[in-house]
């Protein structure tokens, strides 16, 4: 188990990462009880590298991470809350360890200039997933190919074959700091994203057994689920248990946006493990949408990439074993990169890293 001090440390190295300097203003934000050690871990290593640093500490308890269990996004108690929206919008970085993504806050923060860092998974995730300067290069690399790309088609053996028109909204890159103004990221990370035109994903998604449910349920899926989609719509949705749980998620918020196809990209993490949901179910479940060589398929929210479609239903799919073709250039094929350039020596899609065997 790490000791806080070490934590601590391992907060400054992140900080060092995100180029935080004497001077700068690092808000902490916080509630309740959640992460109160994460919360002095990291003013404390703001205030090594000579910055000014506070936790501003919310006391309403209710948040999309709530022990619930169910994912309501866009939903945080600053709501309402003109002082503290007021001081994170002054700050230089803001470390987020209450859930903002996906809301208005947050939007309204970064366009402030603030760059911002979301902090919730457990610290055996940010030890064994701690981001490195070639994850980036290679995050940033698959930017600019999709950047590039009209076009994103989708295979797997299951029978996936769906494409996206991508001349509408801009490409994320999320690989675990930020040290440019007005920049989110999540520690731990490594992954690319973008959304498909509105109107613009059509054919058929099958999920395969041992692919992620990892919002809203956190858990592998056990039969196959099959979406149909036209014009950027599911407009219908096949399967055994798991295909009935995602009906009655979508079906409760009563929100018919809900079917939107949103956000579609690639893993780039080679120390994330697919089988970690089987270990621990603790976390938002960064490292289900990190790990080396998913795709991840999602339906819901699209505002973080300019869209909309702010609907609290948020559903991400990390998917194995997927073959993604850029403008009909491959990038993946059967869940393993193609590209030399974002290849890894020695890792294995969803698999981690070969051990070393004496032969």
């Known amino acids: 188990m790490i000791r806080w001090a070490e934590f ?4 400054q190295r992140e ?35 000579g910055a000014t640093a506070y936790n501003i500490r919310l006391g309403d308890t209710s948040s999309a991470l709530s022990g619930s269990g169910v994912w309501t996004v866009g939903i945080n108690p600053l709501t309402g809350n003109d002082s503290a929206m007021r001081a994170l919008k002054d700050a ?14 947050q939007l309204e923060i970064l366009k402030a200039g603030a760059r911002m860092l979301m902090c919730i998974e457990p610290i055996t995730s940010l030890t064994s997933m701690f981001p490195t300067e070639d994850q980036r290069r ?25 494409t996206y028109r991508l001349d509408q909204y801009p490409v994320m890159g999320v690989y675990g700091y930020t040290d440019v103004p007005g920049r989110w990221d999540h520690w731990p990370a490594g992954f690319v994203l973008t959304g498909g ?7 058929r998604v099958v999920v395969d057994r041992g692919d992620i449910i990892v919002a ?16 950027g719509r599911v407009v219908d949705l096949q399967g055994g248990l798991d ?13 018919d946006r809900g079917y939107a196809v949103s956000h579609i990209g690639w893993g780039c993490n080679e120390n994330a493990r697919w089988c970690h949901k089987a270990n621990s179910v603790s976390g938002y479940g960064q490292e289900a949408r990190a790990f080396y060589g998913n795709v991840m398929f999602a339906l819901g929210p699209n505002q973080e990439l300019g ?30 990169f193609v590209v030399p350039e974002l290849k890894v020596e020695g890792a294995r899609a969803g698999r981690g890293p070969e051990p070393a065997v004496d032969r």
């Open 8 to 11: 601590s440390d391992m907060c």
């Open 15 to 49: 900080l060092e990462l995100c180029k935080v300097a004497a001077g700068e203003t690092v808000v902490v934000l916080s509630q309740a009880e959640d992460r109160l050690d994460y919360a002095d871990a990291f003013v404390a290593a703001a205030r090594r590298l």
């Open 92 to 105: 230089d970085l803001v470390i987020d360890l209450i859930f903002l993504l996906w809301s208005k806050e």
């Open 138 to 162: 290679r995050v940033e690399l698959s930017e600019r190919m999709l950047e590039k790309a009209r076009t994103l088609r989708m295979t797997n053996a299951a029978g996936s074959d769906v």
């Open 197 to 203: 035109n509105d109107d613009g994903v059509d054919g």
């Open 216 to 231: 809203p349920f956190g858990r592998y899926v056990q039969e196959p689920i099959e979406f149909e989609i036209r014009a």
């Open 243 to 255: 295909a009935d749980l995602l009906r009655d998620y979508i079906v409760g918020f009563q929100d």
């Open 307 to 336: 869209g909309t479609n702010d609907t609290p239903v948020h559903i991400d799919i990390p998917m194995r074993n997927c073959t993604i073709h850029l403008d009909d250039v491959p990038v993946l094929v059967d869940g393993e």
